[in-house]
């Protein structure tokens, strides 16, 4: 009888890890710990990721969540030609969701559908059918302000050029470096999902209120009078939605029995996200600056691309090649013993939960933020695309848990930088072993107690998560 009585949600994530992470992970936690029933529907084009396959093992998930694939579209993404990532995101979302009415028609329609950013399309469908449509916002509040404010930004600065400092209402104010690449040029497919997402019936942002209290969300979209001019819905701070108790598989006890050999809060780890790539100069730079540190570091290589910053976003933990070859000419040998390599994906949260783990070298996407604030790790903030220069200047200057290196141009125009090897070795010694550095491990455990507490029963994102399935019963 309990059975009949679960309140039956679907969940929607758009393609990419970074959006199947926190969306997968939140499934979970409603379905242990809220009653839920879940129907988890994946997206696939052309590319194969192993570490989606990894994660949606049958064998790992609770009982009461399903994972239901949408039939296959015929798009092949690929970051090597001009159209940028985000549309072609959109486009394989655009192409998935042709089928997403029959499907939620042969699951008797849920009570609810938990969207995404790029799968707005399901809104309108939801709408026929009469399924109220969430979305789960994979960024934080900032994040969150900036896609409400981006019409009125491209309507005030598309033909007369960005000023350097933008005023985000219900924001600090953002400067010119600090937005995503080519904001300017994010096309009308694009902005189309970002005006939709004030059409749900509610937004679960990852985030908790504690961390975002000092910036973003107290003077920010809750209070801020242009928001209330528009049909905004409510927010939910549900955070931090991460992985949990991550398995180690047994190829990868290497790792960890490295760490077990190292002190506490002595390992640098140096990882970009499942989408994260460098160009060879700038890998070899990193390289020799990690050395010249002499601090102990685990360092997830992938081939350098000097094409895109996102290089394995559709293709995330494809081991086709040996990444470890584009390493400068001796650099494995000279720093085994302080450093391991490991090629590609690595247990990312296994790692950082480890006590000798004492800093990350990250893009700052948000589910590494977020993983990396939960055990208390100070970053290195090595931000590549998407919002992550906006997470950036978050993690330096409001959340200060982050230092940034300083890169200098290469070319005239500013167009492409490089991080040398001297200022690699100095954030890394900064983060590692300087006073500085370790007022931000203080400030990081601080935020990593209010994170635990906020996420377990009695605390804010556990609660609200209780009264919002009360009303899905
Ligand atoms: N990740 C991992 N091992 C890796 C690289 C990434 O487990 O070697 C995980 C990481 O823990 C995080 C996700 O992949 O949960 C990446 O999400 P994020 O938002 O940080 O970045 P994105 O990949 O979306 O840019």
Redesign the pocket.
Known sequence: AEQVAKPHIALLPSP???????LLEFAKHLVVHHNVHVSFLIMSSGEVSA?QDQLLDSSTLPPDLHVIHLPQVNISPSLNDDTSLITQLSRVCQESLKHLREILVELNLPKALIVDMFSTDAILICKELGVPVYSFF??NTKGLAWVFYLARFMKEFRFAGLPNLIHVPGCESVGIDELPENILDVGDDVMRHFKRLSMVSGIFVNTWEDLESKSSWQNGIKNDPFYKTLPAPPIYPVGPV??RD?AVAKSDDYIVSWLDNQSPNSVLLV??????TLTSEQMSELALGLEMSKQKFMW?VRKPNDFTS?GT?FN??RGDDDPLSYLPEGFVERTAGAGLV?P??????A??RHEATGGFL??????????SLVHGVPMIAWP???E?KMNAASLIKEIEIAVKPLAVATEAGGKSSVVKREEVERVVRLLMESEEGKLMRVKANELKETAAKAFKPGGSSYELVSSIVKSWN
Not at 362 to 371: F, I, P, Q, V
């Open positions: 990419g890890i970074g959006h199947l992470v926190p570490i994979t960024s991460i992985k991550e990882s970009l996200g499942s989408g994260g997830v996102s976003f995330a933990g490991v590609t994906w690595a247990p990312q949260v790692i950082l990250s893009h700052c996407g948000w589910n590494s933020t977020l993983e590549l695309y998407a992550q």
